[in-house]
């Protein structure tokens, strides 16, 4: 149970775009410690209503088509990602249109990447940009010294207090 804890989350990949946004609403604090910047991709997560759900429950083969054309689609998407650079200058629009969201020009800074969209995984997160800007929400991007039994201490000296650690 995380209600109220101060949590530490290592790391800023595609658990972290996770992670963050899931506790953000519960915990006291939480300290997500970067290493390098991620370029995030949102991705909208709809609703799927109760008439779908039935209509899935109904036919079956109607999800597993769905499912296939999904796989179909991601695989087209990646390799066209790599070989073309219409596609790459669009993924990086996607994700810089993203990171405007982010209203501090610091925060915003911290979390641009400083290498192309797609040299790294992509991190698709629609929530992340809006928990990463909680008051309760803190970047750290000094180097982690050590992790101590009351936190996690940085480069810089400074012991960020924690009861929970996720690595």
């Not at 519960?26 to 209503?49: G, I, N």
């Not at 209509?55 to 499912?67: A, D, E, I, K, S």
């Not at 669009?90 to 915003?108: F, K, Q, S, T, V």
Request: aromatic content about 6%.
């Amino acid at each position: 149970d995380l209600r109220g804890k101060r949590v530490g989350v290592i790391g800023t990949g595609s658990t972290a775009s996770q992670v963050v946004p899931g506790i953000v609403d519960k915990v006291a604090e939480v300290h997500l410690f970067q290493r390098t910047p991620q370029w995030v991709m949102p991705t909208p997560d709809r609703k799927v209503s109760q008439a779908e759900r039935a209509r899935r429950h109904r036919f079956p083969w109607l999800l597993r088509l769905q499912h296939r054309l999904g796989l179909f689609l991601m695989e087209i998407f990646s390799r066209g990602v790599l070989g073309n650079r219409l596609l790459l200058r669009y993924l990086e629009a996607g994700c810089r249109a993203n990171l405007r969201a982010i209203r501090d020009p610091e925060l915003r800074r911290k979390l641009t990447p400083d290498y192309p969209a797609a040299c790294k995984r992509l991190v698709i997160s629609e929530d992340f940009a809006a928990a990463i800007q909680r008051d309760n929400a803190h970047l750290v991007t000094e180097r982690i010294e050590r992790i101590e039994p009351g936190g996690v201490r940085t480069g810089d000296g400074h012991l960020h207090e924690l009861d929970v650690l996720v690595l």
